[in-house]
């Protein structure tokens, strides 16, 4: 810290105020109002670098970033919900499998992938993200690819547990690996982007699946078997490529200089720090960044993490049931296989749009709450549609509905989490638990929508209200314990009632006097 801001870092507040110049006040309103913003934005106004230019540094990771993670998480959504457009192309009837059997083929891969999350998330840094990432993506393309020659219930149902274990890394990894360039007050639009991949995998699945089904027969293969081979075998070419195409962290990115590597660091070091403590010339305290084993165990016992699964839940619930079963609801309402396909494409292209739209503007208002209640709010008035009727216009509207909300509100309730963890090792512990547990929501999922309850659906359509309206529910709960914790922190912040030193502050991550919850 500079000599000029030592007494004001030390010094009570209320002693400033007496010893300060005249017209003092009305600068320090000011500000605070800039400090505000600066908080917000997610970092406090890094020394020394002000002749910087942030944008073009931003935009230079921008680029070199987000459209090689989409390519991966685009193949990613494609392999796991493939077997969707899979089993309007026969693969049921081929493997002779009751209803049950593929509801069990779907939800089995939930209980891996949400199983080996904790674990591929800590690995991540420690191993890099350069190696760690494409590894497992050749795992699971493998896998995809030798799931077009199995020839039994078993098979299949083997081929998904292996599928779960193999992509749990990845979309809990790049989503905590983002969080490691760009500040929380720019991580929504940046997971937007990367997130819209899965919109986007919607609508080019049921075009590919569509397109490689005219394959039928072609040595000797049923069209559903060429889905995933063709598609294990990109993913696994794509792979090899991003060994090579992947960065690892900002302190050793060789597309910025030296002094925007010191600038993205600093600034990612000390995000979420209060306005009060920026302007009143408070040290700042960095994140803790060596890995203990007692971050991750915070991270288990953090009570936001647990209430903000509800609210995951109210989301991925109905994003699996729409990923999974939206061909086949399409298909029951009496279009041909070929024609539902074709149906899903302006669905997806219409929601990832909309998903980097609103991530944008949260990014800018520094909100995520209001955003995503109006979005499950949404998503109640496109369910309901679906389950008032049987009329196929109204049902497609409904799903139209839903699905343009989901997919804007999933990167808001993932950024909204890594927004509110502090501490680098339990953030990465605290992302994967929110996605690991969450995703059994796709377990869930799975069996809301049962072949004999067709082509209503009133089943499926009544649960996904339910996980709706419980996520409603938790994320009020977290946005009046937010506020309510902000403002006594301020509080004692002000009256100085605190004795941490800053290693302490540190150690203490989200839980310090100095960091203040987003909501």
Known sequence: MNSSNEKFATADPENVR????????????????????????????????????????????????????????????????????????GLQEDLGMTADQYNWCLTVFFFTYAAFEVPSNLLLKRLRPSRWLPTIMVAWGLVMTLMGIVRSYGGLLAARIFLGVTEAGLFPGVAYYLTMWYTRGEIQFRQ????????IAGAFSGLLAFAIAKMDGVAGLEGWRWIFILEGIVTVIVAFASYWLLHDFPETASFLTEEERAFVVHRLKYQGQSAAAVTEGREMV?????????????AFMDWQIWVNIFVY????????????????????????????????????????????LFAYISDRVGKRSPFIIGFLLMMIVGFSMCIS????????????????????????????????????????AGMAIQIGVGNLGGAMASNFYRQKDSPRYVLGHGLELGFISAGIIAALILVVSYAAINRKREQRLRAGDYNHTNEELSALGDKAVTFRYMY
């Open 286 to 298: 960095a994140e803790a960044d060596e890995f203990r084993w007692v971050y991750v165990r915070q």
């Open 192 to 199: 937007a982007m990367f997130f819209s991949a899965a919109s």
């Open 313 to 356: 839940w109210g989301i991925v619930c109905p994003l699996y049931g729409i990923s999974l079963f939206l061909p086949t609801i399409i298909r029951n309402l009496g279009y041909t296989s070929s024609t539902a396909q074709l149906m899903t494409v302006p669905i997806y292209i219409t929601a990832a749009i909309l998903a980097v």
């Open 389 to 428: 009727t049987d009329n196929p216009r109204v049902v497609y509207g409904g799903v139209f509905v839903a699905a343009c909300a989901i997919y804007p509100a999933f990167p808001g309730v993932i950024s909204w989490m890594s927004n509110n963890l502090a501490g680098s090792y339990k953030r990465s």
């Open 18 to 89: 007496k010893e300060a110049p005249a017209g003092w006040g009305a600068k320090r309103a000011e500000d605070e109002q800039n400090a505000q913003q600066l908080e917000w934005a997610g970092a406090t106004s890094p020394p020394g670098f002000g002749h910087l230019d942030e944008g073009k540094i931003l935009r230079k990771m921008d680029v070199r970033l987000i459209p090689m993670l989409a390519i991966l998480y685009l193949l990613s959504f494609l392999d796991r919900g493939n077997i969707g457009n899979a089993k309007i192309e």
